[in-house]
């Protein structure tokens, strides 16, 4: 498997055999997986995913960002749209919930009749601003 290399400051969660595993905020040099940079170039979500993406609902979001922390980066699913409101691309989501179990309004749920994103949704990943880079 490939890798790039990045830097970023997020709180991690770690799967073990036992459950997840909270730490807190650190700054790690991480490796990111070729398959999150492969879906944002291909702008496809991966077909063995059988877990329906998730939205948010702009109507209850308070816009903390705690989806956006606890998105693993693998997948970097969370963005800000502006100030004002956070999206979840659903190619990039997984359905794995920590963003759900992080979201303190209850805004996130699944969307399983979902369609594909916007060229000005796929601005923000891999960019510069790319919270996950």
Not at 80 to 92: D, K, Q, S
Not at 121 to 130: I, R
Request: hydrophobic share 35%.
């Amino acid at each position: 498997m490939s890798m790039s290399t990045f830097v970023f400051r997020r709180h991690v969660r770690l799967s073990t055999g036992i459950g997840l595993v909270s730490r807190s905020w650190l700054t790690v040099g991480v490796s990111m997986p070729r398959g999150r940079l492969e879906r944002i170039d291909s702008q496809q979500r991966y077909a063995n995913w059988k877990r329906s993406p998730y939205a948010i609902d702009p109507a209850t979001c308070i816009n903390c960002d705690a989806c956006v922390r606890h998105c693993p980066p693998a997948l970097g699913a969370v963005f800000n749209r502006g100030f004002t409101e956070l999206y979840i691309l659903p190619e990039l989501c997984s359905g794995c919930q920590l963003c759900v179990q992080a979201c303190p309004v209850d805004s996130i749920h699944p969307r399983p009749e979902w369609s594909a994103s916007t060229a000005e949704d796929w601005a923000l990943p891999g960019s510069h601003d790319d919270p996950y880079r």
